[in-house]
């Protein structure tokens, strides 16, 4: 009976610690870009929202070069639906 509790006492914290590893790795290899954190000085590309759609689908908006551009990211490709150009997004 003590080897049981010695047992115990050893798998369940390994089994705990294996299961928010792969936790956290798989939040870590998710698609998208994380968000937070101030932007560096001298970056042309400041990411502005993520929204998710479904797994593997999201809508960003990124700022580049005084622009906001609407992205749809997938895991076939990136596609820019929109930008604001004249002050309003706009379906090109």
């Known amino acids: 009976m003590l ?14 610690a294996l299961a928010w590893g792969s ?3 798989w939040k870590r290899v998710q698609m998208g870009v994380p968000l937070g954190g101030a932007t560096k000085q001298g970056r042309p590309v400041e990411m502005i929202g993520v929204l998710p759609l479904g797994p593997g689908s999201k809508l960003a908006v990124v ?3 005084g622009q906001q551009i609407l992205l749809a990211v ?3 490709g990136i596609t820019r639906l929109a930008d604001n150009s004249e002050g309003d997004f706009h379906v090109d």
């Open 3 to 16: 080897e049981y509790f010695l047992r115990l006492l050893i798998l369940l914290p390994l089994v705990g």
């Open 23 to 25: 936790l956290w790795l």
């Open 74 to 76: 997938s895991r076939n």
């Open 63 to 65: 700022e580049f070069a």
